[in-house]
């Protein structure tokens, strides 16, 4: 063979050889990027993994109850005759909580207006009914499984009543605390009432309020320590630190009176997600609070510490 087709030879294996190896780097950075995108992926979902370990909470059933009532209770005797104005706008906040996590089929239960004895709305304004529609319409909940105690207070009783029943090791049922005990205590008092007292050992209670825990509005009303007597403590509660942290508007998800903290919802290119803010501001007595949400926050990221910086980050773009 000459030289010249011997060198014409090596310069076509030396091209072969540099072929191969752009082939092995790129696929080899190909599968580098891939592996990049996969432990970032994985660091962004991390916080629910550590919060699924932490309450053993894993896509399970979710029920919830809140206050909210607008209709004045005129037999009440103390300083207030309503109840507080926040699950106004925490209501629609921690139901987009759920829908961005895609859990809408994992809300079972969801009563309203339950500051009881829960008259019905007749001459004012049934706030908590508008948030709980516009949620239903907007993140496609089921409508099935929400109750205006005000209007279906028996009913509302018997749903919560029969998700308890249902619980097991391997479906339990976390419940959020929004309003005050009484009304878990009667759905309670069915179930102990009915035989079915082991439901409860796979019940969890998450609360934050002092106030919701202990408030009494008639001299016959429950306390959640009396719900947990009743439930022979069987009942796990979680009370996870006040979300309520009105002398720094960066801290918890109520900020008084300062609305700054809340222009990105206010001003967010997605209306339905712009719409929050609008509930939030029908507080009669324009509080941004919407404290009760940092409960369903702190179920499903297992952090106490949310804010509204960490909800714009939570909720992003979309729905």
């Known amino acids: 063979m000459s030289d010249w087709r011997l060198l014409h030879k090596k310069r076509r294996m030396m091209k072969h050889k540099i072929l191969i190896l752009k ?20 660091i962004l979902i991390l916080p629910h993994i550590t919060a699924a370990q932490a309450l053993g909470y894993n896509a399970n059933r979710i029920a919830c109850s809140a206050d909210g009532n607008a209709q ?17 706008g925490a209501t629609p906040a921690s139901l987009a909580i759920l829908a961005k996590l895609k859990l809408q089929d994992q809300l079972v239960h969801f009563s309203y207006n339950n500051f009881m004895p829960s008259p019905a709305h007749t ?59 009484e009304f878990l205590y009667r759905a309670v008092k069915l179930v102990v009432d009915e035989g079915k007292i082991e439901a ?27 719900v947990l007597k009743l439930s022979d403590n069987k009942i796990k509660f979680k009370r996870i630190k006040d979300q309520n942290n009105k002398n720094n508007s960066n801290e918890g ?20 997600i712009a719409w929050i803010w609008t509930c939030m501001k029908k507080h009669k007595e324009f509080r941004a609070d919407i404290s009760d949400a940092g409960m369903v926050y702190y179920l499903l990221t297992g952090d106490e510490d949310g804010n509204p910086s960490k909800f714009q980050e939570f909720l992003g773009d979309n729905i």
């Open 123 to 181: 001459t004012v304004r049934n706030y908590m009914n508008e948030g709980v529609d516009g949620s239903i319409e907007k993140w496609n909940f089921n409508e099935d499984v929400f109750f205006d105690v005000g209007t279906h207070k028996k009913e509302a009783i018997k749903d919560l009543k029969e998700e308890i029943e249902k619980s097991t090791k391997e479906d339990p049922l976390y419940f959020i605390n929004m309003g005050p005990s």
């Open 23 to 42: 082939t092995y780097w790129l696929k080899k950075d190909r599968l580098s990027n891939h592996i990049f995108k996969l432990v970032f992926t994985f």
């Open 200 to 226: 409860l050992s796979h019940v969890y209670i998450i609360s934050h309020s002092n106030y919701n825990d202990n408030h009494l509005r008639r001299p016959d009303h429950h306390t959640i320590d009396d």
């Open 72 to 88: 004045p209770d005129l037999e009440y005797t103390g300083k207030y005759n309503y109840a507080d104005p926040d699950d106004w």
């Open 253 to 272: 998800w109520s900020s008084l009176h300062d609305w700054s903290v809340w222009d990105w919802l206010k001003n967010h290119e997605n209306p339905d």
